[in-house]
């Protein structure tokens, strides 16, 4: 857990996906603004209802997910989070590295929300089969291997 953001803002959106669950979804209306833009590796929505239905798929899907955010950066309309998203497996916990970039409206609402993770090394990598692929094309190439 991170310390707090100085930003009323940015405390209050940690705080939010940070004990997020499938019944705090149905309150996204308080953190964005209703045509906030939403993208992440696999979605791209604008409103609140377009949100509500990406997050209650995520857990509808994955088991037990959590966010966990690791900092916090916020400058005049914007912020930066950085995060671990964990998913419980039967093989153990998948931790997804990845950052968050927000944009507020005047109300402090969030009007733009981008994700940023590598879905090939944060999930595909650790599929039986897919994995050795994706490991293998990786290494093909990448100039330090």
Known sequence: ???????????????FFETLSPASVSMLEAIYTEQARFKDPFNEVTSVAGIQRVFMHMFETINTPRFIVRSAMTQGDEAWLTWDFLI????????????????????????????????????YAHIPV????????????????
Do not use: C, F, N
Request: charged share 25%; aromatic share 6%; net charge positive.
């Open 88 to 123: 419980k497996r039967p093989q153990g916990e998948l931790i997804i590295h990845g950052a968050s970039h927000l944009r507020y409206a005047p109300d402090g609402r969030i009007q733009q929300h981008r994700d940023y993770w590598d879905p090939a090394e944060e999930l």
């Open 130 to 145: 897919l994995g050795t692929l994706v490991r293998w094309l990786t290494r093909r190439l990448s100039a330090t291997a």
């Open 1 to 15: 857990m991170m310390s707090p953001s100085p930003d009323p803002r940015t405390t209050r959106v940690v705080q």
